[in-house]
């Protein structure tokens, strides 16, 4: 049974900072790996994909890697901004299970100004 | 571009009462739709999903029903609510190709008292 963790689950900077979300996944055989964001109260929105055949994608400030071997990812943050503060998802799509995607707990980030 | 539209967004319901929560997606043609429920510091719960017009798949036994009446559109029921019901629903979508990418709603805050 596929489980997704993320560790921190809160995680607190100063503006300015380059910080790293850990998402880790029991399963390797997956066909993507997403990462979200959310606000309080309001819906996911979609930062990243990363394909099982990709090893990393960039958006901006963001990079998200992905090591299927060892069952890992990382979101990498540049720059934290204080408009980055939000809560932030990791959610694995398996080979197999038809469309149940699995997501993580999240890490909620706050970046101070 | 692809737009998703889920309403209401906040409801308060009495134990026992019905519940209608519906979804649409605008700008593209059968697309995978989803229903996730979302409990207060957890992750996101899988609670239907449908492929096509008709066709629902159930993933946990519970109080909802879904319906798919039309291409893009995608309705959360329930006949009688449960206090255990309360949540935060959110309606999701993806192209039924090999991405995968999953879009979401801004969600529906459910209160049964």
């Known amino acids: 049974k596929q489980e997704v963790t993320q560790i921190p689950a809160a995680l607190s900077v100063p503006e300015g900072e380059n910080l790293v979300l850990n998402c880790s996944f029991t399963?390797?055989?997956?066909?993507?790996l997403q990462w979200f964001r959310q606000d309080p109260g309001k819906g996911l929105t979609s930062l990243l994909l990363?394909?099982?055949?990709?090893r990393e994608q960039t958006s901006g400030r963001l990079n998200a890697s992905l090591d299927k071997s060892s069952g890992r990812s990382t979101l990498y943050i540049a720059a934290s901004q204080p408009g980055d503060s939000a809560t932030y998802l990791c959610a694995v799509r398996p080979n197999t299970g038809g469309f149940k995607t699995i997501f993580g707990a999240g890490t909620r980030l706050f970046v101070k100004a | 571009s692809q737009t998703i539209h889920q309403w209401p967004a906040t409801l308060v319901q009495p134990v026992g009462s019905p519940l209608s929560l519906e979804c649409t997606v605008e700008?593209?043609?059968?697309?995978?739709l989803y229903w996730y429920r979302q409990a207060a510091g957890r992750g996101l719960q899988l609670l239907f999903y449908s492929v096509g017009i008709g066709q629902i798949s159930s993933e946990v036994p519970q109080n909802l029903s879904a319906s798919r009446p039309q291409d893009r559109q995608f309705i959360l029921s329930s006949k009688k609510l449960l206090l255990s019901d309360s949540g935060f629903y959110l309606c999701?979508?993806?192209?039924?190709?090999?991405?995968?990418?999953?879009?979401f709603g801004e969600g529906s805050r459910l209160t049964v008292l």
């Open positions: 399963d390797s055989a997956i066909y993507n």
């Open positions: 700008g593209t043609s059968n697309p995978n």
């Open positions: 999701a979508w993806s192209k039924g190709t090999a991405t995968g990418e999953l879009f």
């Open positions: 990363i394909q099982s055949s990709q």
